[in-house]
C-alpha cells in the first residue's frame, strides 16, 4: 500500500475531523484522483511531438495517456477536427498516491527557484490545479532524451471538500504551499 494513503487512513482523516468539527469519517475530504494533462500545439508540424510527449507522460506516471484530439476545425492555428493535440492520464488508487508522493518529495524540490505553490488555485469547489514549465524534473526523465521541452498540467479533484478544507488536507499531505 502507498505510504501516503496509509497516513491519510490512519492520521489525516483524524485530524482533520477533529480540526473542523466533521462528525462523520465518510464526509472528510478524500482525493479522488490526479490528472495529469499536456497540450501539445505543436504536434500540428511535428508528429513526432505527440508521441514523444505520449512516452515520456508514460514514463512520468506509470501509466499509458489517452490521446487528446481536437474538437472543431480552426484554420488560423491550421488545426482540423480530429486532430491529436495533446495527451492526458487519470490516476487513481494506490497509483495516484504514488504519484502524489514523487511529487511532493522529489519533483516540486527540483523546480528551479521555487518559492512554494500558491495558495489561490484552488477552483471553489476544493480542486487544485498546477502547472510545470518542464518535464525534466522528473527524475524518470533523462534531459539527454529530450527533444522537445513541454510542460503540464496537474489537477487534484478532491471530493466532500470546499477550498479551506482541500487546503487543510493538501497542507497535511505535505504539499509545499507558500506561507
Known amino acids: 500500500m502507498a505510504r501516503l494513503k496509509e497516513k491519510y ?3 489525516i482523516v483524524a485530524k482533520l ?7 462523520n469519517r465518510w464526509a472528510v475530504p478524500k482525493l479522488a484522483k ?3 494533462n499536456r ?3 505543436k504536434a500540428v508540424e511535428n508528429k513526432k511531438r505527440i508521441d514523444a510527449a505520449q ?6 506516471t506509470g501509466q499509458w495517456p489517452a490521446i487528446a484530439r481536437a474538437r472543431v476545425a480552426i484554420s488560423n492555428f491550421r488545426l482540423r477536427e480530429n486532430l491529436p493535440i495533446g495527451c492526458k492520464v487519470t490516476l487513481r488508487g494506490d497509483r495516484m498516491y504514488e504519484f502524489l508522493d514523487r511529487l511532493i518529495s522529489v519533483v516540486i524540490p527540483r523546480i528551479r527557484d521555487f518559492r512554494g505553490m500558491p495558495r489561490n488555485a484552488f477552483d471553489g ?3 487544485y490545479a498546477m502547472g510545470l514549465t518542464d518535464q525534466v524534473v522528473f ?4 534531459i539527454d532524451d529530450v527533444e522537445f521541452v513541454q510542460g503540464m498540467d496537474v489537477c487534484f479533484h478532491i471530493v466532500n471538500s470546499n477550498d479551506e478544507l482541500s487546503l487543510a488536507l493538501m497542507g497535511e499531505f505535505g504539499f509545499p504551499f507558500k506561507q
Do not use: C, D, T, Y
Open 55 to 60: 512516452a515520456e507522460l508514460a514514463k512520468i
Open 34 to 36: 490526479i490528472v495529469v
Open 17 to 23: 475531523q477533529s480540526r473542523f468539527g466533521i462528525a
Open 9 to 11: 487512513q490512519q492520521e
Open 39 to 41: 497540450g501539445v500545439g
Open 125 to 127: 469547489r476544493g480542486n
Open 139 to 142: 527524475p524518470e526523465i533523462k
